[in-house]
């Protein structure tokens, strides 16, 4: 009899389980996954350990809670990006483009913490954040300006921010594409956009203007107003009926007599988001004289939009993951439905693209529109507006 743990003779030595030596980053990928899939706020220890293949316990010998699986996680995005755009010799910026491209292509199931996820990040770290990201807007801004020294520094860091949206803009949406083509395809609209017009912004005029709305009307709206205000300064979770209430001049009881609770709240201003663009959408086409000029006025109107109503967009974007789940299901479609306008049009116009290359052309444009009201405030006054409609173009024309 072969003793305890060694194979008899002539039987095949029994496995031994090992643990990982990478678990820690297993478990921060695992996260960041999910959190970007789901949202910070709706993703379990348990079900992060379950991702990963081991028990919810054992998560804590790596890290103390979840936000520091959020940390870990944000912190590894941003050493793989630095890491890969350093370069010791003087930067090639189509090399830097290809690096970058090729992240966003393999990255893309964690890109969302780029886009809205690091927003649940403490001041400390969410300085961070902002380091790295200004760290890698140099990074580009440097051969940029070697190649087109007209440039001034602020302009030439508005193109690169732009660029920056077009890479992220991979993890905002699932669409289906080859890896070789998304890679070939956010160079090129990276390429259009760096040799662009910059969209730099002007100075602000006083007065009010964007989301800086009157407070009249229903109170059901005045408190959707505040609401989705709320939201966007400081995300779904981190508001409370109270708070809403509050801004919006009557006590939290008050509040349950037009919404039956918060995710209520959040869910009429997303009909209210999805209704703006179905309605500008439609105005944009019906007085369109050939498809050029509807593509234009597309533009046109979603960056109108957006300066308009710069917080319910951003909300309408950002809190998808925090909708009750039959209102969920139902605003996806509608998104669905309002991309696949912008694409059938870009197809009638580019018939040699295929569908799902145009796609990400589309979700491109739209969110380098959306993602730089993240920088600048939007304002029409400002000279944005006609920047931005440019700039969407030009990535749907790249």
Partial sequence: M?????AAPGEPAPAVRKRPKDRKAQLALAAAELFCERGYHRVG?????????????????????????????????????LDATDATAAPD?????????????RGRTVAGLYQWE???????????????????????????????????????????????????????????????????????????????????????????????????????????????????????????VEEIGRAAGINASSVYRYFPGKADILAAAFYRA????????????????????????????YVELTFERSALVS????????????DRHELRKVQRLHVEEWVRLLGRLRPEVPVAEARVLVHAALNVVTDLSRWVRFDARTGMDGHLIRLALTVLHA
């Avoid at 072969?2 to 060694?6: D, I, S, W």
């Avoid at 190649?147 to 732009?162: D, K």
């Avoid at 944009?284 to 046109?300: C, H, V």
């Fill in 2 to 6: 072969a003793p305890a743990g060694e």
């Fill in 45 to 81: 220890i348990d079900e992060i350990a379950t991702a990963v293949g081991i028990s919810g316990p054992a998560i804590y010998r790596h890290f103390p809670n979840k936000y520091a699986m959020l940390v870990h996680a944000t912190r590894g995005l941003a050493a793989t990006v």
């Fill in 93 to 105: 910026l189509d090399d830097l483009l290809a690096v970058l491209a090729r992240l966003a292509v």
């Fill in 118 to 240: 690091w927003r649940y990040l403490r001041d400390e770290h969410r300085a961070e954040f902002q380091d790295v990201l200004e760290t890698l807007v140099r990074r580009l801004a440097v051969p940029l300006l070697a190649l087109r020294p007209a440039l001034t520094g602020p302009e030439a860091e508005a193109l690169v921010r732009a660029t920056l949206s077009v890479f992220g803009s991979l993890g905002t949406h699932r669409a289906a594409i080859a890896k070789s083509r998304g890679e070939a395809a956010l160079r090129r609209m990276a390429w259009a956009v760096l040799r662009g017009e910059p969209p730099t912004p002007a100075p602000v005029p006083a007065g009010p203007a964007g989301d800086q709305a009157v407070r009249v009307g229903a109170r059901r709206e005045i408190l959707l107003a505040e609401a989705v205000k709320l939201f966007h300064r400081y995300g779904y979770h981190a508001v409370g």
């Fill in 274 to 301: 999805s209704e703006r663009v179905a309605e500008t959408t439609a105005v944009a086409l019906s007085g369109a004289r050939d498809d050029e000029d509807a593509l234009r006025r597309m533009a046109r109107s």
């Fill in 315 to 326: 909300v309408y974007l950002a809190e998808n993951n925090n909708l009750p789940d039959a």
